[in-house]
């Protein structure tokens, strides 16, 4: 992508805390009939691999993994972002010369994808990927909590993921091109605007 330096993000693991804070990605594969695009809640060992290793899993319906994947595939985590109005800048009142952009953070991923079919990792898998969500919950739902036959019969409608990182990329652009007072005009209209998570970056 297009990474200015002034916006890259240069920490593998601020790269890993926007991706599990905003884990639902989009699975990009090439195929010699075009690309396909998945949106996935993925998981990512950070233990596993130099950049770490994604897991997830798809519907065995879906024909992203029945398809031979030409090359690498790529995963896209978007985390805050926000539509930034020229009326709040300063350089408005004074110049009149700004137009609108937009703010946001977001990482993608590369690697080989492997689609793997077998009921005793994707359980693992499941379960891992369940226990991360649920951790935040004061009464947590557990795979287990289910009937076995349910899981297992449940289990043969998906197909697991597995794509260990082999380069990655981070990009935060919050207004870091900005002077001062039109970034603190920035904060002031996106909180006013309700995005306090996106003008916390700034």
């Known amino acids: 992508m297009y990474n200015p330096a ?17 884990s639902l990605a989009s699975l990009i594969t090439n195929t010699a009939d ?14 596993e691999g130099e950049f770490g290793t994604l897991y997830a899993h798809l519907a065995r319906a879906n024909p992203q993994w ?31 010369k700004v137009v609108p952009t937009w703010n946001y953070e977001t990482v993608h991923a590369y690697g080989t994808v492997e689609f ?8 693992d898998v499941v379960t891992r990927l369940t226990d991360r969500h649920e951790a935040p919950r004061a009464e947590r739902w557990k795979v287990s909590d289910a009937p076995d036959s349910f899981i297992a019969a449940q289990l043969k409608g998906i197909i697991g993921v597995r794509m260990q990182i082999s380069r990655i990329e ?13 970034r603190h005009g920035v904060v002031r209209g996106l909180q006013a605007d309700g995005q306090n998570d996106v003008a916390a970056l700034l």
């Open 34 to 47: 075009g690309m396909i695009a998945t949106p996935l809640p993925m998981m990512v060992d950070t233990s």
């Open 66 to 96: 029945s398809t031979p994947v030409l090359g690498e595939a790529m995963a896209i985590f978007l985390g805050q972002n926000a539509y930034v109005s020229p009326s709040w800048y300063a350089t408005k009142a004074e110049t009149h």
């Open 170 to 182: 981070g990009k935060r652009k919050m207004s870091q091109n900005r002077n001062a007072a039109d």
């Open 116 to 123: 793997i079919d077998d009921a005793q990792w994707l359980h």
């Open 6 to 22: 002034l916006f890259k993000i240069e920490s593998l693991t601020e790269m890993h805390a926007l991706m599990c804070a905003h």
